[in-house]
């Protein structure tokens, strides 16, 4: 269906956003309602406790009184997001302190350790949104004692020290609360938020109606990036695509042979599991490779295909020359090394959690969660054309990390220059369930308030040596999961909005925004285009015509999905087991188009473009407890 039916202006809400924008305030300014309530200072130890908690996890509160701001720059903690937080930690709370297990059993360290992971079997990481608030406070002595108690003397400390680098909050450059702070927010927690109402600022409360919108100036700017992008770039440069004969055109990649003359990389249609993946018999869907180890947050690539980067479920422990262990959370793999066998010959195990990331340029790749700060380190590509290069450090020649770039970025390169660029900012986050995790998995709510906003990164590059600027911070009330396009011209966003029914926050829709750096060296955006789609944070294509998503099957979706009622079990199997589609927007037309047919139980997730076309992805499925990195070749 054609979105673009009709231009109008935002609502009074979206007014707001506009104003708030182009005012761009200084970070720690403040955006709220005038409050009638005035801050008083508290007069009880239970009172002087609940507003000690909540300035510790930067709340907005009441009269202007001061917060620590270390969760700012990820979360806006709003009265709605600070509640389900709440409510998470409070069941993980009475969990630990149960006399009794589910078997009337007393209670043992060890089924204490199963409240904080979350599951016992098969064990899988400690997750902060399992925890809720309870993941700033894990420094709380009673915890400690828990793991002294479980694993003994001689082994609590490895086991600690994984739960707080799996879960721990906050993050992003940001100390975790220490053991005095974590009783305070401990006990704030345990007692179910006392005087939340009396010190947490009122709010402007977002729109609830989505209206697409789309500016003259989106078919200028496309226009624009028609044949000047990083897709005609490594096009004319004669880049190398991973899976394509030379000479070859695009839509002819991924057909090569094996030795005994099988396809290397087969077609969708040819295994039971699969079959039905591929919606479109026009495009061309194969799987790439099975992905070397269970997988945490989100899947991307270098341009030309040939690298892709993940997250690790769990630390992979790996024997260094000297013989010394060393764990590593996260991978590069190059797929000229691999195969739909998982093999490891292409694994290079690196420093860093999560949020892998290539330059459009093809020259640097960057990966976060580095170290007890959770930094973001980037380096040149070259260091993964080393052969002797097995394990990554982000000490290499090149490399550099910095607390300058926050956590969920997305990279951009000046077309014609030498400077890359990050944008971060308040997010959602969305690890796709985690793996085998037996939950519902739902889009990332769009929590975020009149506090959310952005830093923009420059980092500049020799040819040599990356280095990394000090960000350029904007306000952007009610929207997050921002996204760079490849030129750096253009942001995306989700938009926060409000479920007038539930009283609860949704999302409004998916805002495009043309982004420039004014010569006082502040930031400006003004919005191109706004689509009434929901999703997770996506990505652009490198020739910026085209924005892709995945979205994860809800109880409206039942029609599009080709079921004459939300009630068939085929479907509610989808919506209890998680499902989640592949949908591509095109900026010009407006149109979306969904891309895969999964079924009940598998994950399509982390869709992104390589520059000449191709679409890769990931996909989990919980019947075979496998994911595959997929690639489509899109009919366009």
């Known amino acids: 269906m054609k979105l673009f039916s009709r231009i109008s202006m935002r609502t009074v809400c979206s007014t707001f956003l506009l104003t708030c924008i182009l005012a761009a305030p200084p970070v720690h ?13 508290p007069s009880t130890p239970e009172e002087q406790n609940a507003l000690q908690a909540m300035k510790l996890i930067s709340a907005p509160l009441v009269g202007g009184a001061t917060s620590d701001n270390r969760c700012l720059g990820c979360h806006t903690p709003t009265m709605r997001l600070i509640s389900d937080w709440g ?21 043992t360290a060890m089924d204490k350790v199963k409240c904080l992971r979350g599951s016992s079997e098969p064990p899988r990481p400690y997750s902060a949104k399992r925890l809720g608030l309870l993941a700033a406070a894990l420094k709380h002595p009673s915890i400690l004692q828990i793991f002294k108690d479980a694993y003994g003397e001689a082994d609590f400390q490895a086991q600690y020290d994984q739960m707080l680098s799996e879960a721990g909050m906050p993050r992003g450059g940001h100390n975790l609360l220490s053991a005095t702070e974590s009783v305070i927010l401990y006990d704030w927690l345990k007692a179910k938020l006392p005087f ?44 190398p695509f991973f899976g394509c004969e030379v000479g070859s055109l695009s839509r002819d990649c991924f057909k090569g042979k094996d030795d005994e003359g099988n396809d290397k990389f087969p077609q969708t249609s040819d295994f039971y599991f699969s079959w039905r993946w591929n919606l479109d018999p026009n495009n061309t869907m194969r799987i790439i490779a099975k992905t070397p180890r269970a997988t945490s947050y989100w899947v991307r690539s270098s341009p030309d295909g040939r690298y892709v980067g993940y997250g ?27 195969n739909i066998s998982g093999s490891s010959k292409g694994n290079i195990y690196a420093t860093g959690r999560y949020d892998p990331a ?81 939950l519902s998995r739902r889009d990332a709510v769009a929590s975020w308030g009149v506090r959310s906003f952005i830093h923009f990164t420059r980092m500049t590059f020799d040819g040599a040596n990356y280095q990394i600027l000090n960000p350029i911070d904007l306000w952007t009330p009610f929207s997050g999961d921002w996204t760079l396009s490849p030129s750096s011209g253009m942001a995306a966003a989700r938009t926060s909005g409000m479920d007038v029914a539930t009283g609860k926050l949704k999302q409004l829709d998916y805002s495009f925004h043309a982004l420039r750096t004014k010569p006082n060296g502040t930031l400006e955006l003004e919005r191109l285009l ?92 919980q019947a075979t407890k496998t994911e595959w990195l997929t690639g489509v070749w899109l009919d366009l």
């Open 196 to 239: 939340i109402d009396k010190y947490l600022e009122h709010e402007v409360t977002p729109g609830s109606e989505c209206a697409p919108f789309v500016s003259p100036k989106l078919a200028q700017y496309l226009d624009d990036r028609r044949n000047l992008n990083w897709a005609h770039y490594h096009l004319n440069a004669g880049t």
């Open 312 to 338: 690790l479920a769990s630390a992979e422990e790996i024997v260094q020359p000297g013989g010394e262990k060393k764990k590593y959370s996260s991978m590069i793999v190059d797929l000229t090394k691999t």
């Open 87 to 107: 409510d998470t930690a409070g069941y993980r709370i009475s969990c630990l302190e149960k006399t009794k297990n589910d078997q009337g059993q007393p209670m």
């Open 530 to 621: 706004s689509v009434c789609n929901k999703g997770s944070k996506g990505t652009f294509s490198l020739d910026e015509q085209h924005f892709v998503y995945h979205h994860y099957v809800e109880e409206s979706d039942f029609r599009e999905l080709g079921f004459f009622s939300p009630n068939v079990p085929e479907f509610q199997a989808m919506l209890k087991q998680g499902t989640s589609n592949i949908y591509v927007l095109d900026l010009r037309t407006g149109l979306t188009k969904r891309i895969t047919s999964m079924e009940f139980g598998q994950v399509a997730a982390f869709p992104h473009f390589r520059a000449d076309g191709w679409l890769y992805f990931l996909v989990r499925d």
């Open 29 to 41: 300014a403040r955006l709220y309602h005038p409050s009638s309530a005035f801050f008083e200072d």
């Open 358 to 438: 290539f330059t459009p340029d093809g020259r640097g790749f960057m990966l976060h969660g580095i170290g007890d700060d959770y930094n973001a380190g980037i380096c040149p590509v070259s260091v993964l054309k080393n052969p002797a290069e097995t394990t990554l450090e982000f000490n290499e020649s090149g490399c550099v990390v910095s607390g300058n770039v926050r956590t969920y970025q997305s990279l951009g390169s000046s077309l014609g220059g030498t400077d890359t660029y990050a944008l971060t900012g308040t997010y959602g986050p969305d690890d796709a369930g985690g793996p085998w995790a037996a």
